[in-house]
């Protein structure tokens, strides 16, 4: 009767990490947007429910660039691929705050970074230059880096 007991409490537990991983990652689906004050970045980045991003960045005047990849929620923590096959250059934990989403680099910079739900106006998406892989980006110093 005593390991019965104990089984259900684990299944709930485990019922209770999967459903807050469920809630999070429901949450991070959509459009946002993000102009951190002190950079000269403007960034808009859409995640769907299939688990796929699109990810626009301008830095300085340039045009944005686009780029797409796969994403997915663990516990509170959000990490991503790039089409490439790159991994973002960090894995971010995900908080929210009414309709912000605070994300907070989990390497060493621990910068956070607040993303505004909005849609990504069409113009972003229409003039965006094509997606970069990683290696053009690495042999050319003369292209931006990626945001994420």
Known sequence: MMALVLCTFALLGCSKEKAESINLTSLVVGEWHCAPEGYDVDVYVAFDTEGSFNHYQRIGEGRYRHYAGTWFVEKDILNGTYSDGESWGSSYQVSFDGE??????????????????????????????????AKSINDNADLDTRWF
């Open 100 to 133: 912000n989403m605070i994300l907070t680099a989990t390497n060493s910079s621990e910068e956070a970074m607040i993303y505004t739900k909005t849609t990504i106006p069409d113009d972003v998406k229409n003039s965006a230059i094509a997606p970069y892989t």
